[in-house]
């Protein structure tokens, strides 16, 4: 990481009016921006993806599923408050950021849509840990609401119920869905195979820490959140085929990256195939300017808000300038930004 890095070196103006609000009206209708291996820039339709990868590529998904993480309710003592999972350690037990005009202390019971009942334990840092009463995730798909991001405007409505929500979101426990696969239908997907276009997955369940801000002017002192990922063999085995074969590694979204290449940092490499192990842990990964990736060759991604981490690993895969050239061309076009906007299309230097 270069030190002299500060979160100013990441920044950009949006018009408000480029952050999309809604999803379009089917999830290949986004728009694509490829940034060539050269520098050059095209302006396409995400449909068009399919041709701009060769028999043999391999993509790789994250399949977390976004769960109903935001509860509203009231402690005992009558006071409102709110609460947002933010990972779920057993089956009736997991950590939360809670708001209320004063923070709940241990052994205060919180009571959720009238009947979901939890005590405070422990309070870690800016986390509080809640034990329920029962299950959680089943209390959850009863009386939660979907964790829309901050910047989208509107309270969750049944269209977001399905349209920020991945087609392939098998694993429950993300409050953050990993936006660049909301692209993908099941037309899209049929496509690729139809091509030969091999498909793998990892899981990390994406955490409400994608949204909180560099509170440092300083990139080095900047802690990352934690974030729990598994990298599964049959994945391990898929990209040593790729690579066997000399296809690409491409990644479908900044959270299939932080997977794959936690893997590969904390578990070893495979000879010398660029091929992480099998592997499930925590990650605080943080990837910025003059990180040396093993794993991927390419990536599909959102557009991100300036000053994120998230914009900072984009950076360390494209270079600082060829990154804000590219989002100067983007805010030119009206491209839209964020987690219901459109893509882009990063190929290797």
């Keep these: 990481m270069d030190p002299s890095l500060s979160i100013a070196d990441f920044d950009y103006e949006l018009p408000e009016e480029l952050i999309a609000q809604t999803p379009p009206a089917t999830r290949t209708d986004s728009r694509l921006l490829l940034l060539e291996a050269d520098g050059g820039l095209q302006d396409l339709r995400f449909s068009a993806l399919p041709d701009l990868l060769q028999p043999g590529d391999l993509l790789i998904f994250n399949d977390t599923k976004v769960i109903k993480a935001r509860l509203y309710g009231q402690k005992d003592s009558g006071g409102r408050v709110e609460a947002l999972i933010e990972r779920i350690l057993e089956p009736t037990r997991a950590l939360a950021h809670v708001r209320a005009s004063k923070s709940p202390r241990p052994g205060t019971t919180l009571i959720f849509d009238g009947e979901v009942r939890c005590q405070v334990t422990a309070r870690h840092e800016d986390l509080?840990?809640?034990?329920?009463?029962?299950?959680?995730?089943?209390?959850?798909?009863?009386?939660?609401?979907?964790?829309?991001?901050?910047?989208?405007?509107?309270?969750?409505?049944?269209?977001?119920?399905?349209?920020?929500?991945?087609?392939?979101?098998?694993?429950?426990?993300?409050?953050?869905?990993?936006?660049?696969?909301?692209?993908?239908?099941?037309?899209?997907?049929?496509?690729?195979q139809d091509k030969r276009i091999d498909t793998a997955w990892v899981t990390l369940h994406v955490g409400a820490g994608t949204f909180q801000p560099v509170r440092v002017d300083k990139i080095s002192e900047h802690i990352m959140h934690a974030e729990w990922y598994t990298v599964p063999q049959e994945t391990v085995d898929a990209i040593a085929a790729a690579r066997s074969r000399g296809a690409r590694v491409i990644a479908v979204g900044t959270t299939s990256v932080r997977a794959l290449e936690s893997a590969a940092q904390q578990a070893g490499t495979v000879d010398d195939l660029r091929c992480p192990r099998a592997h499930s842990a925590d990650t605080q990964l943080f990837i910025t300017p003059g990180y040396e990736f093993r794993v991927i060759d390419g990536l599909i991604t959102n557009f991100h808000l300036p000053q994120s981490t998230l914009l900072m690993l984009v950076s360390a895969l494209t270079g600082r300038e060829r990154m804000h050239r590219a989002y100067r061309h983007a805010i030119e076009q009206r491209y839209r930004f964020f987690s219901y906007g459109d893509a882009m299309f990063i190929t290797p230097r």
């Excluded at 991001?149 to 977001?160: G, R, S, T, V, W």
């Design 128 to 192: 509080f840990e809640l034990q329920f009463e029962a299950d959680i995730l089943p209390l959850l798909d009863r009386h939660g609401n979907l964790p829309l991001p901050p910047y989208i405007k509107h309270n969750a409505d049944q269209e977001d119920e399905t349209r920020y929500q991945t087609v392939y979101a098998r694993h429950p426990g993300a409050v953050a869905a990993p936006t660049a696969g909301l692209h993908f239908d099941q037309a899209l997907m049929q496509h690729l």
